[in-house]
């Protein structure tokens, strides 16, 4: 006996319904996937000395539209077999649906996946807020990292890669050197002054006022406590201090990327 009227329409039905979750894990998708760059751009907003990367919300938010797919595909497979089904009379498909039990499962994966990535975002401790103050002056967008070798070490370090990429080298102004010329002493203090015209000038077209901090710094010295820190100028807050073009904000990170490698 063929399935009745009312059997195709709730086949119908069920199949719209599949069709609407599809979309909706789709759209949630785009939504996981761009969350990562919202939350990247409230860390420069806030100058943080820190701008942790976002790297797992666009896989998330890919693994959803992949599954959004998935989704409409085999409802569609499903919504045939159960149309032939009810023409030949079978009770095949009277049992629990395995799209939907699959789509729990892994929406529940992907659940625990993001609520675990999300606790890891979490605000760094007291602790770490206390050690992070003693390195950095947000209100002044001075980023102080540690380094790992000598200040001679870094410094030569630096150079080899600024003379990689092609960028100038201006003058190295060894602070330390000068003070031991003058009959005084100070621990190792140097500073490296860079930059490339092709990216300086756009911004000084732009915004007049940031030649009063180019070229490029980044100075290395020795502390107290002889370890070695390098410290520059933030380029977000270089951007809010000359109010710079989003757009233009690139030709001013690379001191960011340069001082990470120069410090590993």
Avoid: C
């Avoid at 976002?54 to 992949?66: E, H, K, R």
């Avoid at 023409?87 to 395995?98: D, I, V």
């Avoid at 994966?109 to 002056?137: D, V």
């Avoid at 005084?184 to 915004?207: C, E």
């Amino acid at each position: 006996m063929t399935g009745s009227a009312a059997d195709y329409l709730a086949a119908e039905r069920t199949f719209l319904a599949w069709i609407r979750t599809g979309l909706a894990l789709m759209g949630f998708g785009f939504v996981v996937a761009r969350f990562g760059l919202f939350l990247q751009a409230l860390q420069i907003g806030q100058l943080s000395h820190t701008v942790r990367p976002i790297s797992l919300s666009p896989w998330f938010g890919t693994a959803l539209i992949f599954l959004g797919i998935i989704v409409n595909l085999w409802s569609a497979w499903s919504h045939i077999r159960l149309v032939q089904a009810l023409k030949r009379g079978g009770t095949e498909f009277a049992r629990p649906s395995s799209l939907a039990i699959a789509v729990a499962i892994l929406l529940a994966a992907l659940g625990l996946g993001m609520a675990i990535y999300l606790i890891s975002l979490r605000e760094p401790s007291q602790a770490n807020l206390q050690e992070e103050s003693m390195s950095t002056h947000p209100e002044s967008g001075i980023i102080t990292i540690p380094g790992h070798q000598s200040v001679d070490q870094t410094v030569q370090k630096l150079e080899n890669i600024l003379q990689a990429k092609g960028v100038k080298l201006f003058a190295m102004i060894d602070h330390s050197g000068e003070a031991e010329k003058a009959g005084m002493h100070m621990p190792p203090t140097k500073l490296l002054i860079f930059g490339n015209p092709q990216a300086g000038t756009p911004l000084m077209i732009a915004s007049p006022s940031i030649a009063i901090d180019l070229p490029l710094k980044v100075l290395v010295r020795e502390g107290a406590d002889g370890k070695v820190w390098i410290s520059y100028n933030s380029p977000a807050y270089l951007q809010a201090r000359h109010s710079l073009p989003a757009d233009l904000l690139q030709n001013i990170a690379v001191v960011e990327t340069l001082a990470t490698k120069a410090a590993e």
